[in-house]
């Protein structure tokens, strides 16, 4: 899912190229991209797009008098550049927003439709998707520490909860938690203050970084626009790079799985050398569950000998 780093990129070239603009036409492949009725996508047509902002993980387009768009990308939607009047993608196209010189395209990877488009009228009707989480690159260090700690849940659960920090997922939050030595499974109202201190200058820092490094490789684009944008990058330090060598220490980086997600680190960083029970393997295996990467790579090694 396209998190704060992304979102903010795709706004720096949406703002670039499309704002002053009129719509001309609205293409829809799918009708179920819309969720709402009134009023109707249709009726920006012929409207300039004067703002575009992000709410959380979701794009605003903001047209001129009450009429806005809250774009959600969710784990699969992406933003395309073509030229103007491009035909939709068979399998992918979800939409084409048509403008004078270039047109944009929405599309989709997968079976499932999740992406969703909405029109409402008036900035207090978008706030209304906003799930009140603060925004960690202008909240200060007491109000960050504050919203963690309201509440006790873990910490990747507490930086990925929209209710509690804007607009970080999966991805970012490993890296976050990687860069700040921390377990993904503290138990936030036992962070002490070195700890929150640690957890939001590694926020900023992490988010920072990505946000200039992404927009550094869409400037070498042909039209400036991001053109790859996905959760799984090899220069990451421990996100999508199970098994692979923690950059800072050597030692293999380590996941927790459940369902669909998984949560990467590292052992030797960030769990004084714990290994994190993974759901599904700690419930088969209950008592023979490895504790440590020693215990581990002799289990392995064991296997192999086998």
Not at 182 to 193: E, G, I, K, M
Request: hydrophobic share 45%; proline share 5%; with cysteine.
């Amino acid at each position: 899912m396209p998190e704060l780093p992304d979102i903010e990129v795709y706004l720096d070239r949406l703002r670039a190229l499309f704002l002053g603009q009129r719509l001309t036409q609205v293409r829809l492949a799918t009708p179920f991209l819309v969720r709402s009725v009134v009023p109707r996508i249709d009726a920006a047509v012929g409207s300039r797009l004067v703002d575009m902002r992000r709410v959380g993980k979701r794009l605003v387009f903001v047209w001129e008098g009450e009429l806005r768009w809250v774009l959600h990308l969710m784990i699969a939607g992406r933003l395309k550049l073509a030229a103007a009047g491009a035909k939709l993608p068979g399998k992918l196209g979800l939409a084409a927003f048509d403008f004078p010189d270039r047109t944009l395209i929405l599309t989709e990877a997968g079976t499932k439709r999740r992406a969703g488009l909405w029109a409402v009228s008036g900035d207090a009707a978008v706030e209304a998707f906003d799930p009140g989480g603060l925004e960690p690159l202008t909240a200060s260090l007491a109000a960050f520490s504050a919203a963690i700690t309201a509440k006790n849940h873990t910490l990747k659960r507490a930086m990925t909860d929209p209710h509690i920090v804007s607009g970080v997922g999966n991805a970012y939050s490993d890296e976050i938690l990687w860069e700040a030595r921390l377990s993904p499974v503290t138990w936030t109202t036992r962070l002490t203050a070195e700890e929150l201190a640690r957890l939001y200058a590694a926020t900023l820092s992490t988010l920072r970084m990505w946000t200039e490094r992404l927009r550094t490789e869409a400037a070498a684009t042909a039209d400036g626009f991001p053109e790859k944008v996905t959760a799984f990058r090899p220069d990451m330090a421990v996100h999508g790079r199970y098994d692979q060598p923690c950059p800072r220490c050597g030692e293999r980086v380590m996941r927790i799985r459940y369902a669909d997600n998984e949560t990467n680190y590292c052992p030797t960083c960030q769990t004084g050398g714990k290994l994190l029970a993974d759901r599904g393997l700690s419930r088969l295996l209950k008592g023979d569950w490895p504790k440590t990467l020693d215990e581990l790579e002799a289990r392995m090694k064991a296997e192999r000998a086998g």
